[in-house]
């Protein structure tokens, strides 16, 4: 069976594409390289033993996609491809709706006209908005989102259900990720943002490697244990292991399904601090700062639906998560870049 997988050079989709791979699926990358690096591929090969595909494609280039999907047999798509920095999306909504919202129309058209009707989809905690109580939970109305970038996860749901609706043959995945951290336990792949992370956890790493020089805490006076935000923080190893389930269920079944890709417990800011020390036995400097605009004091996944309708449950703990962040950070200080 070959997955097509969008965006596979990037954070989540490379750990996934690794998991595909040893799970036995031919496995076909489609990525721009506007947020990955080539070196990925030979990783990826590294760790696994096995061979992909990998074609240097825009989703934005129908003509090139259509090469990509007419050429070969693709049973199912994961579809990572995307931009994902929540400021920037403040800035460049246009290029936010542009890339995410006409690429996976092109891409679904494409897959569509060649014979491809399964698609995952890498969606985000963020539609469920402000509105919600916690434990989000998928029979939840959505929200309203925070940012443009949000949006273009709310509205690519939206898009992708009504194509379903016209298309009753279609199987359509969305699966919505919470807080993705961690690394491949290999140390050879892991996350690597360009420029000042906006993120938890690569702040946290960068830190600790003496790139920066300490971390912000944005904000100690939310209404939380500790007066600091909580989130739900997963293994991006489980969360690849939840798309190879995903992949496994969009073959037996037609519709449109939600499942939340979460652990079920939230973490504070400090808390992860904390553990980050406790786990590696290092110092991470930091400083309280004004809360940042946007975020929500706490939220966590209920991921009852995925432990049934998937089998899927998050096996890695925050230790884990901790000791596989610094593992990749440490071994590879800049990055792809030193490749
Ligand atoms: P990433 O930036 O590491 O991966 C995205 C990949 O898509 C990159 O390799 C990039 O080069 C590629 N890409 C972007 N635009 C493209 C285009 N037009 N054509 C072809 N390739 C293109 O991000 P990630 O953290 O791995 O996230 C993957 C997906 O999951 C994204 O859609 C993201 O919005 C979503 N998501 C991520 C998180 C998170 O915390 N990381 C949370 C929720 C949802
Ligand atoms: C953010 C996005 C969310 C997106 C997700 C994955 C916002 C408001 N939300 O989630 O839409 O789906 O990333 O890309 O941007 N923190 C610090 N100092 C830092 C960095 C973060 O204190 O330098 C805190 C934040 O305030 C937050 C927590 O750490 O409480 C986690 O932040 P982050 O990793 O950016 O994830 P989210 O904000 O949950």
Known sequence: MTVLVTGGLGYIG????????????EV??????YNSYPEVEGRIKEITGKDLTFIKCDILDKAALDLVTSKREIDCCIHFAGLKAVGESVQ???LYYENNITGTINLVNSLTENGCKKIIFSSSATVYGEENDIPYIETMKKGTCSSPYGWTKSMIEQILTDANTADPELSVV????????????SGRIGEDPQGIPNNLMPYISQVAVGRRDHLTIFGNDYKTPDGTCRRDYIHVVDLAEGHVKAVEYAAKNKGTSIFNLGTGTPYSVLEI???FEKANGIEVKYEFGARRAGDLPEFWANSDKAKKELGWTAKKNLEDMCRDSWNWQKNNP???RED
């Open 28 to 33: 076909i990358v489609i990525d721009n390289l």
């Open 174 to 185: 969305l699966l919505r990720y919470f807080n993705p951290i961690g690394a491949h336990p």
């Open 92 to 94: 460049k909504p246009l």
């Open 273 to 275: 601090v904390n553990a």
């Open 334 to 336: 800049n990055g792809y």
């Open 14 to 25: 490379s750990h996934t594409v690794v998991e595909l791979l040893n799970s036995g699926y």
